[in-house]
């Protein structure tokens, strides 16, 4: 998708992923303080300026604007520009670091292959996988940072993030993460697609996606579902369990549909799915890698939401009162839109473990011991990056090999345990708290 880069001399690439991204954390912090949904404050110098402020061109400078904003303390608060100031100055190097990590160091492959002349061709690859873990990278950082501030992540960020990044997948399927399979010592390998990585394991004559024409109709009604049930997903949805139980299910039916058409948001959403559906049959009539690309990212899409909805739904039910938000549920959709089933997997399993440093440092800062999950998924994808190789290949790979066909009942055992804890867990507390009411 983007072979024209690796043309260009090395100092050229270095200094345009810098400017690339410094105008990620200007897009950031922009995204940041004004879709903010609860308190949108004007502090960012790219959107509308405070009253009684003295704003110029220089306030837009990244990073050296915010120290020239410092003189708007009084207006926004004490120290109000360090945490936009370090995101701007921050990320460069992020990307610096992650453009030598994935492209020169080819570090999302297995340590014996990473200087192997195989992998030469692998250029053009880790090219597009850089480009666009660099656009989930800046889209994160803004869902992070809204959630920390307001316990939500706004749709001006996870849904135009989900349709890039299944235009990148359409574009190019080598956005995907790398699969590499040893028999005998020899290696196999591809980008990470929604059939890995089983499909390394054909016949050459089968590795053709979806070669009989039952089998393409198939995934043409699977990838149409997915983007359904997203787009319906985002619909206002307000289902009334008391209202059902006091008028019965055809008026709770009744309000739940009319609440869906009662804000204008679905004609923004019908349009949506209508171009989607289109462009679904116009990218499975060509076939092709293009359609390989595109029905991957509507696999990681279903997969990295639909986990996370499933749960929400799930805790909500056992334990009484609503777990997660929505927003996480969206997040995950653009994350798997980009990552993969797979990736978006594994990312959803780190979260715990990365919630731990988070809940510590954000502890340390603010001493607020509370934390959104929202930041826990996004750093969890970011350790799938980092550390794909071990996580994937030495670990889930191995696993979906084993498993095969009973994959998807393991993952329904999995819920249901889950349920079945969090009911014995509530009743547990519920026993505590009627025990200490008693005593007092």
């Known amino acids: 998708m983007l072979s024209f880069w690796i043309d260009l001399p090395e100092s050229l690439q270095q200094a345009l992923i810098f400017l690339l991204g410094l105008v990620g954390g200007t897009l950031a912090n922009y995204v940041i303080y004004r879709f903010a949904y609860f308190n949108p404050r004007r502090i960012s110098p790219w959107g509308l300026p405070p009253e009684d402020s003295n704003r110029n061109g220089f306030d837009r400078i ?18 109000f520009w360090i945490r936009p100031l370090l995101i701007e100055a921050i990320l460069p190097f992020g990307l610096l670091w992650l453009y030598q990590f994935e ?26 996988l850089f480009f666009t873990h660099a656009l989930l990278l800046v889209l994160m950082t803004a869902a992070t940072f809204i959630d920390f501030d307001e316990r939500t992540i706004p749709d001006i960020i996870t849904i135009p993030g989900t349709c890039l990044g299944l235009l990148a997948a359409t574009l190019s399927v080598q956005v995907f993460m790398p699969t590499t399979l040893f028999i005998e010592g020899i290696p196999f390998g591809g980008p990470t697609t929604f059939d890995s990585p089983w499909s390394l394991l ?3 004559t089968d590795k053709a996606l979806h ?29 009334s369990s008391a209202l059902f139980r006091r008028r019965g299910f055809t008026r709770a039916m009744k309000h739940f549909i009319n609440g869906i058409f009662h804000y204008g948001f679905w004609k923004v959403l019908l349009s949506l799915w209508l171009i989607g559906s289109f462009s ?57 839109s980009m990552i993969g089933w797979q990736a978006a997997l594994i990312a959803f399993f780190l979260s715990p473990f990365a919630a731990i440093f988070i809940v510590l440092g954000r502890y340390v800062i603010t001493r607020d011991a509370y934390t959104p999950f929202g930041p826990y998924l996004c750093a969890g994808a970011l350790m799938t990056i980092i550390g794909w190789d071990r996580f994937y290949r030495l670990w889930l790979m191995d696993n979906l090999l084993f498993l095969g066909p009973l994959l998807l009942w393991f993952s329904f055992a999995m819920l249901a345990l889950m349920a079945v804890m969090l009911m014995v ?14 005593m007092e």
């Open 202 to 204: 054909k016949e050459p």
């Open 211 to 239: 070669a009989d024409q039952e089998s393409r109709k198939t995934s043409l009604l699977i990838a149409l579902a997915i983007w359904s049930a997203w787009c319906f997903a985002l619909a206002d949805r307000r289902w």
């Open 103 to 128: 492209v020169a160091d080819r570090g999302l492959w297995p340590l014996q292959l990473q200087k192997a002349e195989l992998l030469g061709g692998y250029s053009s690859m880790g090219v597009d």
């Open 280 to 336: 679904i049959l116009v990218i499975w009539s060509i076939d092709g890698p293009q359609w390989q690309g595109l029905l991957t990212g509507l696999y990681g899409l279903a997969v990295g939401g639909g986990v996370v909805w499933l749960i929400r739904i799930i805790a909500t039910w056992a334990l009484d009162v609503e777990a997660m938000g929505f927003g996480d549920v969206t997040l995950m959709a653009m994350i798997g």
């Open 62 to 79: 990244p990073v050296v604007g915010w120290l020239l904003l410092r003189r708007e303390s009084n207006l926004h608060g004490r120290g």
């Open 425 to 438: 867990w509530r009743q547990i507390k519920m026993r505590i708290f009627a025990s200490q009411e008693e």
